[in-house]
């Protein structure tokens, strides 16, 4: 039988209890209709993954009583730094949950020339929540420990401003180089990819003067939603943890 993981926040220590938070006590107790009892596993942000049983399930709290440490997940080896040009919400949602599925790090929603989609202040706020609860699913049904940042849209020009030290590469299917060809990266690796309608030719020479290395990944031109898996799955494969 299955046995359900859920992410919290709080700290887990054998022989404690603690009092799970709204999201994963809505679905303990009202879509899984799971019982005092029931064995759950619970992981944190801290790379920590402990067995726990259920004693109280109720509409008001859940309450897991915690067991033995199952294993505590190490730092990946390569920090993917995903910046992605906002698209339409089933896209764009469907990018992040993959993106966590193939261990990024960290994503940037970028509002960019092309972007189709336009968020106000209060809409932001919204799609952060949304999207930082798809990364949770994401990472609670891959059984990843460690949560990627997600970043609230920010403009094109500061998120490219602002990227971490290393290698930081532009996926342009008009570029002549492979991944093969550019210096494997040490730590640190940005990926940009841009919207629906792609990066403007200004937005292009913009991020080659950040550092990007322009990329194309074989002879298609792919969707907003596929480059993004494609691209962490190649270089995973290459430089990161798909070997362990």
Same mark, same amino acid.
């Given at each position: 039988?299955?046995?359900?993981?859920?992410?919290?926040?709080?700290?887990?220590?054998?022989?404690?209890?603690?009092?799970?938070?709204?999201?994963?006590?809505?679905?303990?107790?009202?879509?899984?209709?799971?019982?005092?009892?029931?064995?759950?596993?619970?992981?944190?942000?801290?790379?920590?993954?402990?067995?726990?049983?259920?004693?109280?399930?109720?509409?008001?709290?859940?309450?897991?009583?915690?067991?033995?440490?199952?294993?505590?997940?190490?730092?990946?080896?390569?920090?993917?730094?995903?910046?992605? #040009?906002?698209?339409? @919400?089933?896209?764009?949602? =469907? &990018?992040? *949950? %993959?993106?966590?599925?193939?261990?990024?790090?960290?994503?940037?929603?970028?509002?960019?020339?092309?972007?189709?989609?336009?968020?106000?202040?209060?809409?932001?706020?919204?799609?952060?929540?949304?999207?930082?609860?798809?990364?949770?699913?994401?990472?609670?049904?891959?059984?990843?420990?460690?949560?990627?940042?997600?970043?609230?849209?920010?403009?094109?020009?500061?998120?490219?401003?602002?990227?971490?030290?290393?290698?930081?590469?532009?996926?342009?299917?008009?570029?002549?180089?492979?991944?093969?060809?550019?210096?494997?990266?040490?730590?640190?690796?940005?990926?940009?990819?841009?919207?629906? #309608?792609?990066?403007? @030719?200004?937005?292009?020479? =913009? &991020?080659? *003067? %950040?550092?990007?290395?322009?990329?194309?990944?074989?002879?298609?031109?792919?969707?907003?939603?596929?480059?993004?898996?494609?691209?962490?799955?190649?270089?995973?494969?290459?430089?990161?943890?798909?070997?362990?």
């Amino acid at each position: 039988m299955r046995v359900h993981r859920f992410f919290t926040s709080q700290n887990l220590q054998r022989d404690s209890q603690i009092t799970l938070e709204e999201d994963p006590s809505h679905h303990i107790h009202q879509v899984l209709r799971l019982r005092s009892g029931d064995d759950v596993v619970l992981f944190n942000a801290n790379g920590e993954e402990h067995a726990a049983t259920l004693i109280q399930v109720s509409k008001q709290q859940v309450v897991a009583s915690i067991g033995e440490a199952l294993r505590h997940e190490a730092e990946s080896r390569l920090a993917i730094h995903l910046l992605l #040009g906002l698209s339409r @919400s089933e896209r764009m949602d =469907f &990018a992040i *949950q %993959k993106a966590t599925e193939l261990g990024v790090s960290r994503i940037t929603p970028l509002l960019t020339e092309r972007c189709v989609v336009k968020l106000n202040e209060k809409k932001s706020a919204s799609r952060l929540i949304h999207w930082r609860r798809i990364i949770i699913n994401a990472c609670e049904q891959s059984g990843r420990c460690r949560i990627p940042v997600i970043d609230k849209a920010l403009e094109y020009g500061d998120a490219l401003s602002h990227t971490e030290a290393g290698t930081s590469i532009l996926l342009d299917h008009r570029s002549q180089l492979t991944l093969h060809q550019i210096e494997p990266p040490q730590t640190n690796l940005c990926i940009l990819i841009g919207p629906e #309608g792609g990066l403007t @030719s200004g937005e292009r020479q =913009f &991020a080659v *003067q %950040k550092g990007f290395i322009g990329i194309r990944l074989g002879p298609r031109i792919m969707r907003t939603e596929t480059a993004p898996l494609a691209s962490i799955a190649a270089a995973q494969t290459l430089w990161g943890d798909f070997c362990n």
